[in-house]
Protein backbone atom coordinates (compact mmCIF):
# COMPACT_ATOMS: atom_id res chain seq x y z
CA UNK A 1 0.00 0.00 0.00
CA UNK A 2 1.25 3.48 -0.79
CA UNK A 3 0.47 6.77 0.65
CA UNK A 4 1.06 9.88 -1.28
CA UNK A 5 2.61 12.74 0.96
CA UNK A 6 3.63 15.06 -1.30
CA UNK A 7 4.13 15.61 -5.25
CA UNK A 8 6.98 18.17 -5.89
CA UNK A 9 8.40 19.75 -8.82
CA UNK A 10 11.30 17.33 -8.17
CA UNK A 11 10.32 14.38 -5.98
CA UNK A 12 7.80 12.58 -4.45
CA UNK A 13 7.16 11.18 -1.00
CA UNK A 14 5.36 8.43 -0.55
CA UNK A 15 4.54 6.27 2.95
CA UNK A 16 4.83 2.36 1.44
CA UNK A 17 3.44 -0.26 3.63
CA UNK A 18 5.65 -3.36 2.92
CA UNK A 19 6.15 -6.51 4.05
CA UNK A 20 9.75 -7.98 3.84
CA UNK A 21 10.79 -11.28 2.81
CA UNK A 22 11.85 -12.16 6.73
CA UNK A 23 7.76 -11.66 6.95
CA UNK A 24 7.55 -8.03 9.41
CA UNK A 25 5.59 -5.40 7.87
CA UNK A 26 6.58 -1.69 8.00
CA UNK A 27 6.34 1.59 6.59
CA UNK A 28 8.90 2.73 4.64
CA UNK A 29 9.17 6.71 3.42
CA UNK A 30 10.14 6.30 -0.01
CA UNK A 31 11.61 9.55 -2.42
CA UNK A 32 10.35 8.69 -5.64
CA UNK A 33 12.80 10.57 -8.57
CA UNK A 34 12.54 10.28 -12.12
CA UNK A 35 16.08 9.19 -12.69
CA UNK A 36 18.94 10.83 -13.83
CA UNK A 37 22.25 10.63 -16.66
CA UNK A 38 25.58 11.87 -15.87
CA UNK A 39 28.29 12.19 -17.70
CA UNK A 40 32.52 12.04 -17.75
CA UNK A 41 33.33 14.34 -20.40
CA UNK A 42 36.93 13.45 -21.50
CA UNK A 43 38.58 15.76 -23.79
CA UNK A 44 41.38 14.03 -24.44
CA UNK A 45 42.39 10.35 -22.69
CA UNK A 46 43.97 12.59 -20.32
CA UNK A 47 42.07 15.45 -19.44
CA UNK A 48 38.48 15.82 -17.79
CA UNK A 49 36.15 18.51 -18.31
CA UNK A 50 34.59 19.00 -14.65
CA UNK A 51 32.14 21.26 -13.28
CA UNK A 52 31.97 23.55 -9.87
CA UNK A 53 28.72 24.23 -9.30
CA UNK A 54 26.49 25.40 -6.94
CA UNK A 55 23.99 23.32 -4.54
CA UNK A 56 22.29 24.29 -1.79
CA UNK A 57 21.89 21.06 0.12
CA UNK A 58 25.56 21.00 0.39
CA UNK A 59 26.11 24.87 1.27
CA UNK A 60 27.82 25.89 -1.55
CA UNK A 61 29.99 25.16 -4.67
CA UNK A 62 31.30 21.24 -4.63
CA UNK A 63 32.77 19.67 -8.22
CA UNK A 64 30.63 17.36 -10.24
CA UNK A 65 30.44 15.78 -14.02
CA UNK A 66 27.63 17.42 -15.76
CA UNK A 67 24.18 15.68 -15.18
CA UNK A 68 20.42 16.07 -15.27
CA UNK A 69 17.30 14.46 -14.26
CA UNK A 70 15.27 12.44 -16.75
CA UNK A 71 12.73 14.49 -18.72
CA UNK A 72 9.35 12.18 -18.74
CA UNK A 73 10.41 8.91 -20.76
CA UNK A 74 13.45 9.84 -22.06
CA UNK A 75 16.26 7.95 -22.87
CA UNK A 76 19.09 8.05 -20.56
CA UNK A 77 21.38 8.12 -23.22
CA UNK A 78 19.48 10.97 -25.04
CA UNK A 79 19.46 13.13 -21.56
CA UNK A 80 23.11 12.42 -20.62
CA UNK A 81 24.32 14.41 -24.71
CA UNK A 82 21.87 16.86 -23.75
CA UNK A 83 22.74 17.78 -20.37
CA UNK A 84 26.28 17.70 -21.73
CA UNK A 85 25.81 20.52 -24.17
CA UNK A 86 23.65 22.04 -21.85
CA UNK A 87 25.93 22.37 -19.02
CA UNK A 88 29.19 22.36 -20.27
CA UNK A 89 28.72 23.12 -24.35
CA UNK A 90 30.26 20.13 -25.57
CA UNK A 91 28.40 17.67 -28.28
CA UNK A 92 29.98 14.30 -27.55
CA UNK A 93 31.10 12.03 -30.49
CA UNK A 94 30.64 8.59 -28.26
CA UNK A 95 28.82 7.69 -25.08
CA UNK A 96 29.60 4.76 -23.69
CA UNK A 97 27.39 3.65 -20.75
CA UNK A 98 29.89 3.13 -17.83
CA UNK A 99 27.05 2.36 -15.51
CA UNK A 100 24.06 2.58 -13.30
CA UNK A 101 23.90 3.29 -9.52
CA UNK A 102 21.69 3.50 -6.85
CA UNK A 103 22.65 6.86 -4.72
CA UNK A 104 20.59 5.62 -1.45
CA UNK A 105 18.52 2.96 -1.47
CA UNK A 106 17.20 3.37 1.96
CA UNK A 107 15.40 5.96 1.03
CA UNK A 108 14.88 6.88 -2.70
CA UNK A 109 14.79 4.57 -6.21
CA UNK A 110 16.61 7.20 -7.19
CA UNK A 111 19.20 5.73 -10.43
CA UNK A 112 21.43 7.77 -12.11
CA UNK A 113 23.06 6.34 -15.67
CA UNK A 114 26.41 7.28 -15.89
CA UNK A 115 28.10 7.53 -19.32
CA UNK A 116 31.54 8.34 -20.79
CA UNK A 117 31.65 10.62 -23.57
CA UNK A 118 34.81 11.18 -25.69
CA UNK A 119 35.35 12.79 -29.53
CA UNK A 120 33.59 15.84 -28.05
CA UNK A 121 32.88 18.86 -30.29
CA UNK A 122 32.19 22.39 -29.49
CA UNK A 123 28.37 22.96 -29.20
CA UNK A 124 26.33 25.53 -27.39
CA UNK A 125 26.21 25.78 -23.66
CA UNK A 126 23.02 26.81 -22.65
CA UNK A 127 22.35 27.19 -18.38
CA UNK A 128 19.44 26.82 -16.56
CA UNK A 129 18.17 29.66 -14.36
CA UNK A 130 19.00 27.39 -11.44
CA UNK A 131 21.99 26.47 -12.58
CA UNK A 132 24.93 28.05 -11.19
CA UNK A 133 28.35 26.60 -12.24
CA UNK A 134 31.73 27.23 -13.89
CA UNK A 135 33.75 24.82 -15.85
CA UNK A 136 37.31 23.42 -15.35
CA UNK A 137 39.45 21.28 -17.56
CA UNK A 138 42.10 19.05 -15.34
CA UNK A 139 44.38 15.55 -15.85
CA UNK A 140 42.17 12.94 -14.69
CA UNK A 141 45.22 12.16 -12.61
CA UNK A 142 44.39 15.30 -10.19
CA UNK A 143 40.91 14.00 -10.67
CA UNK A 144 41.52 10.93 -9.02
CA UNK A 145 43.66 12.62 -6.40
CA UNK A 146 40.73 15.27 -5.20
CA UNK A 147 38.78 12.41 -4.70
CA UNK A 148 41.34 10.57 -2.17
CA UNK A 149 42.14 14.25 -0.91
CA UNK A 150 38.22 14.47 -0.30
CA UNK A 151 38.15 17.25 -2.67
CA UNK A 152 35.59 15.75 -4.74
CA UNK A 153 32.76 14.52 -2.85
CA UNK A 154 29.98 13.62 -5.46
CA UNK A 155 29.01 10.30 -5.38
CA UNK A 156 28.20 10.28 -8.99
CA UNK A 157 31.56 12.21 -10.09
CA UNK A 158 33.43 9.71 -7.83
CA UNK A 159 31.76 6.56 -9.30
CA UNK A 160 32.14 7.68 -12.86
CA UNK A 161 35.88 8.67 -12.07
CA UNK A 162 37.07 5.78 -10.64
CA UNK A 163 35.46 4.01 -13.61
CA UNK A 164 37.18 5.79 -16.55
CA UNK A 165 40.62 5.62 -14.21
CA UNK A 166 39.71 1.96 -14.32
CA UNK A 167 39.58 1.40 -17.75
CA UNK A 168 43.15 2.36 -18.24
CA UNK B 1 12.91 30.38 4.52
CA UNK B 2 12.24 26.94 4.95
CA UNK B 3 8.35 25.31 5.01
CA UNK B 4 8.10 22.17 6.28
CA UNK B 5 6.31 19.59 4.53
CA UNK B 6 6.98 16.62 6.57
CA UNK B 7 8.78 15.19 9.54
CA UNK B 8 9.32 11.56 9.37
CA UNK B 9 11.02 8.65 11.09
CA UNK B 10 14.15 8.59 8.77
CA UNK B 11 13.21 11.95 6.63
CA UNK B 12 12.35 15.58 6.32
CA UNK B 13 11.28 17.50 3.65
CA UNK B 14 11.25 20.92 3.08
CA UNK B 15 10.71 23.07 0.75
CA UNK B 16 13.27 25.92 0.61
CA UNK B 17 13.28 29.48 -0.93
CA UNK B 18 16.87 29.84 -2.03
CA UNK B 19 18.12 32.94 -3.49
CA UNK B 20 21.62 31.59 -5.69
CA UNK B 21 24.72 33.30 -6.09
CA UNK B 22 23.66 34.40 -9.67
CA UNK B 23 20.60 36.20 -7.83
CA UNK B 24 17.84 33.61 -8.74
CA UNK B 25 15.62 32.95 -6.14
CA UNK B 26 13.85 29.45 -6.53
CA UNK B 27 11.76 26.85 -4.34
CA UNK B 28 13.80 23.70 -3.81
CA UNK B 29 12.88 20.52 -2.45
CA UNK B 30 14.94 19.25 -0.04
CA UNK B 31 14.77 15.92 2.00
CA UNK B 32 16.97 16.49 5.20
CA UNK B 33 18.63 13.22 6.39
CA UNK B 34 20.50 12.53 9.40
CA UNK B 35 23.64 10.98 7.70
CA UNK B 36 25.18 7.69 7.92
CA UNK B 37 28.52 5.48 8.20
CA UNK B 38 29.37 2.47 5.81
CA UNK B 39 32.40 0.49 6.34
CA UNK B 40 34.63 -1.64 3.92
CA UNK B 41 35.26 -4.42 5.96
CA UNK B 42 38.37 -6.34 4.99
CA UNK B 43 38.59 -9.85 6.04
CA UNK B 44 42.46 -10.07 4.85
CA UNK B 45 44.02 -7.67 2.04
CA UNK B 46 42.38 -9.93 -0.29
CA UNK B 47 39.13 -10.45 0.88
CA UNK B 48 36.01 -8.25 1.59
CA UNK B 49 32.88 -8.83 3.33
CA UNK B 50 29.52 -7.66 1.29
CA UNK B 51 26.50 -8.36 2.44
CA UNK B 52 22.90 -8.71 0.06
CA UNK B 53 20.11 -6.71 1.51
CA UNK B 54 16.76 -6.27 0.79
CA UNK B 55 15.77 -2.93 -0.11
CA UNK B 56 12.20 -2.21 -1.49
CA UNK B 57 13.56 0.90 -2.85
CA UNK B 58 15.77 -1.22 -5.16
CA UNK B 59 12.92 -3.83 -5.93
CA UNK B 60 14.94 -6.71 -4.21
CA UNK B 61 17.91 -7.65 -2.78
CA UNK B 62 21.40 -5.80 -3.53
CA UNK B 63 24.69 -5.96 -2.83
CA UNK B 64 26.28 -3.38 -0.33
CA UNK B 65 28.61 -2.82 2.24
CA UNK B 66 27.76 -2.50 5.83
CA UNK B 67 26.31 0.73 6.73
CA UNK B 68 23.66 2.82 8.43
CA UNK B 69 22.19 6.15 9.78
CA UNK B 70 23.64 8.29 12.41
CA UNK B 71 21.89 8.39 15.95
CA UNK B 72 21.43 11.45 16.89
CA UNK B 73 24.46 13.18 17.75
CA UNK B 74 26.51 9.91 17.13
CA UNK B 75 30.08 10.01 15.73
CA UNK B 76 30.62 8.66 12.22
CA UNK B 77 33.46 6.37 13.83
CA UNK B 78 31.48 5.00 16.62
CA UNK B 79 28.38 4.36 14.02
CA UNK B 80 30.50 2.68 11.26
CA UNK B 81 31.81 0.14 14.38
CA UNK B 82 28.79 -0.36 15.09
CA UNK B 83 26.63 -1.01 12.44
CA UNK B 84 29.64 -3.55 11.12
CA UNK B 85 29.07 -5.72 14.72
CA UNK B 86 24.94 -5.46 14.13
CA UNK B 87 25.07 -6.72 10.96
CA UNK B 88 28.10 -8.67 9.91
CA UNK B 89 28.74 -9.58 13.63
CA UNK B 90 32.67 -8.07 13.34
CA UNK B 91 34.50 -6.03 15.55
CA UNK B 92 36.68 -3.79 14.16
CA UNK B 93 40.51 -3.55 15.01
CA UNK B 94 41.24 -0.65 13.36
CA UNK B 95 38.75 1.59 11.20
CA UNK B 96 40.00 4.39 8.79
CA UNK B 97 38.06 6.74 6.64
CA UNK B 98 38.36 7.03 3.34
CA UNK B 99 36.15 9.78 2.27
CA UNK B 100 33.05 11.49 3.03
CA UNK B 101 30.09 11.20 -0.01
CA UNK B 102 27.16 13.30 -0.74
CA UNK B 103 24.68 11.17 -2.19
CA UNK B 104 22.28 13.00 -3.96
CA UNK B 105 22.97 16.61 -3.75
CA UNK B 106 20.07 17.66 -6.16
CA UNK B 107 17.50 17.07 -3.69
CA UNK B 108 18.96 15.92 -0.30
CA UNK B 109 22.08 16.78 2.43
CA UNK B 110 22.42 13.18 2.99
CA UNK B 111 26.71 12.32 3.84
CA UNK B 112 27.72 9.16 4.43
CA UNK B 113 31.80 8.69 5.61
CA UNK B 114 33.06 5.34 4.36
CA UNK B 115 35.38 3.38 6.68
CA UNK B 116 37.85 0.74 6.09
CA UNK B 117 37.75 -2.02 8.58
CA UNK B 118 40.74 -4.52 9.13
CA UNK B 119 41.69 -6.85 11.58
CA UNK B 120 38.83 -7.63 12.88
CA UNK B 121 37.77 -10.16 15.40
CA UNK B 122 34.12 -12.20 15.68
CA UNK B 123 31.29 -9.99 17.58
CA UNK B 124 27.53 -11.08 17.59
CA UNK B 125 24.91 -9.93 14.58
CA UNK B 126 22.38 -8.11 16.19
CA UNK B 127 19.66 -7.38 12.87
CA UNK B 128 17.12 -4.84 13.63
CA UNK B 129 13.43 -6.57 12.18
CA UNK B 130 13.83 -4.62 8.81
CA UNK B 131 16.96 -5.54 7.82
CA UNK B 132 16.86 -8.62 5.77
CA UNK B 133 20.10 -9.81 4.50
CA UNK B 134 22.81 -12.17 4.02
CA UNK B 135 26.69 -12.25 4.13
CA UNK B 136 28.91 -13.17 1.69
CA UNK B 137 32.89 -12.64 1.61
CA UNK B 138 34.30 -12.33 -1.99
CA UNK B 139 37.91 -11.58 -3.30
CA UNK B 140 38.51 -7.71 -3.71
CA UNK B 141 39.01 -8.46 -6.58
CA UNK B 142 35.78 -10.49 -7.76
CA UNK B 143 34.06 -7.31 -6.15
CA UNK B 144 35.81 -4.82 -8.44
CA UNK B 145 34.53 -7.09 -11.32
CA UNK B 146 31.04 -7.06 -10.00
CA UNK B 147 31.81 -3.16 -9.92
CA UNK B 148 32.26 -3.38 -13.97
CA UNK B 149 29.93 -5.92 -14.67
CA UNK B 150 27.13 -3.65 -13.32
CA UNK B 151 26.24 -6.36 -10.60
CA UNK B 152 26.90 -3.73 -7.70
CA UNK B 153 25.03 -0.57 -8.18
CA UNK B 154 24.93 1.01 -4.61
CA UNK B 155 26.82 4.01 -4.71
CA UNK B 156 28.58 4.05 -1.54
CA UNK B 157 29.45 0.81 -1.77
CA UNK B 158 31.57 1.28 -5.17
CA UNK B 159 33.22 4.08 -3.96
CA UNK B 160 34.25 2.15 -0.62
CA UNK B 161 35.29 -0.56 -2.97
CA UNK B 162 37.58 1.48 -5.55
CA UNK B 163 38.93 3.27 -3.10
CA UNK B 164 40.17 0.52 -1.11
CA UNK B 165 41.52 -0.86 -4.36
CA UNK B 166 43.00 2.28 -5.41
CA UNK B 167 45.24 1.80 -1.76
CA UNK B 168 47.07 -0.76 -3.66
Redesign the interface.
Same mark, same amino acid.
Not at 26 to 36: C, F, K, N, S, T
Given at each position: MTRN??T =?? &??T +?N? *?T &?T +???G &?T?? +? $?? &?R?PG @?AAVVPLKDSETVVLIRQ?????GGF?Y $?IPAG %?LDRGEDPLHCAARELEEEIGYIPGRLERL????? @????? *? $??IHIYKATDMTPGRQRLD? *?E?LEILEIPLKEA?RM? =?G =?LI? *? @? %?T??GL? +?VR =?EK
Amino acid at each position: MTRNIFT =GK &VLT +LNI *DT &VT +LPNG &VTID +L $EM &VRHPG @AAAVVPLKDSETVVLIRQFRHAAGGFIY $EIPAG %KLDRGEDPLHCAARELEEEIGYIPGRLERLTSILT @APGFT *D $EVIHIYKATDMTPGRQRLDR *DEVLEILEIPLKEAIRMI =GG =GLIR *D @A %KTIVGLQ +LVR =GEK
